[in-house]
Nanobody
Framework: QVQLVESGGGLVQAGGSLRLSCAASGLTFSTYVKGWFRQAPGKEREFVAAISGNGVYTGYKDFVKGRFTISRDNAENAVYLHMNNLKPEGTAVYYC?????????????????WGQGTQVTVSS
């Protein structure tokens, strides 16, 4: 059984930082493509960042470029999202997701496994 468990969310002031973690278990390969997505109240789930299996290639949505960094530790079956200079519009539930293959994608529909999400609230 595949499980993705996020942690690290919370309340932070604008300009602050948080590090989200995602612990994966049950995947056939720890090197599947992983991604972070977020969903704000009343809005659709949207892509934030993704990382290739070996961690060499990363991609970001425009609104987080230069502020967020995605990384992974395949030996620990973990993926991280370092978020700096957070803005109030970044308030959302953040989800970790995994594909079941090695093809890079930014589309939520391409990700098979999802965590339960962790709430990030940025106060102004």
């Amino acid at each position: 059984q595949v499980q993705l468990v996020e942690s690290g969310g919370g309340l932070v002031q604008a300009g602050g930082s948080l590090r989200l973690s995602c612990a994966a278990s049950g995947l056939t390969f720890s090197t599947y493509v992983k991604g972070w997505f977020r969903q704000a109240p009343g809005k659709e789930r949207e892509f934030v960042a993704a990382i290739s299996g070996n961690g060499v290639y990363t991609g970001y949505k425009d609104f987080v470029k230069g502020r967020f960094t995605i990384s992974r530790d395949n030996a620990e079956n973990a993926v991280y999202l370092h978020m700096n200079n957070l803005k109030p519009e970044g308030t959302a539930v953040y989800y970790c997701a995994s594909r079941n293959n090695f093809a890079y994608s930014t589309k939520p529909e391409d990700y098979i496994y999802w965590g339960q999400g962790t709430q990030v609230t940025v106060s102004s």
